[in-house]
């Protein structure tokens, strides 16, 4: 059985599910500019040190450039992004966690979008970054994990 081309019917939901439960991972694919493709790859890095690669790999099978707004295409299987989303690769790293989980409780059947689901998905985010606080050696990676979990903090208040 190969991955459905669309999740959109309850079939392919139903599909799609199945494979992930028995472990399947997508390879990952990065479409855009050199640039882009350069921060995604570097964001990637993050998720690989803080362990959560494997998680966006069994949810997104696809980062694609874009000129307009970042969004999850949840049919598609894919993050759209555009150049400031992956900007900053740490902040890049915890948003595709944060599409990741989106697209996980999308595929679960559960509600994904609105408030309740947006605060279970920032809270995933948030986890992200600590996670990667707490495995990286690089010092600037530390303090910028840090600089972002505080203004998550702030902004929950």
């Given at each position: 059985?190969?991955?459905p081309e ?17 472990g ?53 299987v ?5 150049k ?44 992200f970054?600590?996670m ?26």
């Open positions: 059985m190969s991955f669309k999740v959109y019917t309850s079939k392919e939901l139903e599909a799609a599910k199945a494979l992930i439960d028995q399947y991972r997508h390879e990952l694919i990065v479409e855009g500019k050199s640039d882009f493709t350069k921060k995604v790859r570097e964001a990637l890095g993050h998720l690989k040190t803080a362990g959560y690669f494997e998680y966006l790999q069994s949810y997104i099978r696809k980062i694609v450039e874009i000129d307009g707004m970042t969004q999850l295409r949840e049919t598609e894919s993050i759209w992004a555009n400031y989303a992956v900007d900053n690769p740490v902040d890049a790293a915890s948003l595709f966690v944060q599409k990741a989980f989106t697209m996980e409780e999308y595929m679960q059947g559960k509600l994904y979008y609105g408030g309740t689901a947006e605060k279970r998905s920032i809270a995933r985010r948030v986890e970054l600590q990667l606080k707490d495995k990286s050696d690089d010092k600037e990676i530390k303090e910028e994990c840090e600089r972002l979990l505080k203004l998550w903090k702030d902004s929950s208040l």
